[in-house]
T-cell receptor
Framework: EDQVTQSPEALRLQEGESSSLNCSYT??????LFWYRQDPGKGPEFLFT???AGEEKEKERLKATLTKKESFLHITAPKPEDSATYLC????????????FGKGTTLSVSS | DSGVTQTPKHLITATGQRVTLRCSPR?????VYWYQQSLDQGLQFLIQ???????AKGNILERFSAQQFPDLHSELNLSSLELGDSALYFC??????????FGSGTQLSVL
């Protein structure tokens, strides 16, 4: 059973059309939830870390929120340059545990 | 540029062969992580080293091994290669916080 599930797998938006990506997780104790952006042929690039339910982080057109069982990445008025794969990862509440990644949501924004 | 350097960028080899992937972490980072990324499995954690010592192990096959040297660079050795080992292999480093910085990856093709 996957511990981190992202939906949808793929999302196509028109420029300016806001939407949200979902990340649900089933780890027993959450140390942190991470969002990364990955462009084709490149390594993931860190966006946000969220630690507790109710926490929100923003960066330009992106806003990440966290509840006890899921996180959302809201994209407001996206631009074509926001096209990428967005990865969610969790770290369990045990020392020395590595990040567990979801399979990602591939976002395409057309002008 | 994340500051993490991986070589080579591309590697083409045959089944049964052995290859070595190299990673230089960001200056000052003591932790190095290895991940495998394939289309169907997403990013899978393989192994973590901290200041030369193995810290955590994930879904790493017995045919695979890694080490971190005194200068903190790391190598991932893959032996008895199979077609299914074809994937993108990423190295990431961190300073001790959970925020990982990824390299650009090594694309391994086993023919």
């Amino acid at each position: 059973e996957d511990q981190v599930t992202q939906s949808p797998e793929a999302l196509r938006l028109q420029e300016g059309e806001s939407s949200s990506l979902n990340c649900s997780y089933t780890v027993s104790g959450l140390r942190g939830l991470f969002w990364y952006r990955q462009d084709p042929g490149k390594g993931p690039e860190f966006l946000f870390t969220l630690y507790s339910a109710g926490e929100e982080k923003e960066k330009e057109r992106l806003k990440a929120t966290l509840t006890k069982k899921e996180s959302f990445l809201h994209i407001t008025a996206p631009k074509p340059e926001d096209s990428a794969t967005y990865l969610c990862a969790v770290q369990e509440d045990q020392a020395g545990t590595a990040l567990i990644f979801g399979k990602g949501t591939t976002l395409s924004v057309s002008s | 540029d994340s500051g993490v350097t991986q070589t080579p960028k591309h590697l083409i080899t045959a089944t049964g062969q052995r290859v070595t992937l190299r990673c230089s972490p960001r200056s000052g980072d003591l932790s190095v992580y290895w991940y495998q990324q394939s289309l169907d499995q997403g990013l899978q954690f393989l192994i973590q080293y901290y200041n030369g010592e193995e810290r955590a192990k994930g879904n790493i096959l017995e045919r695979f091994s890694a080490q971190q040297f005194p200068d903190l660079h790391s190598e991932l050795n893959l032996s008895s290669l199979e077609l299914g080992d074809s994937a993108l292999y990423f190295c990431a480093s961190s300073s001790g916080s959970e925020k990982l910085f990824f390299g650009s990856g090594t694309q391994l093709s086993v023919l």
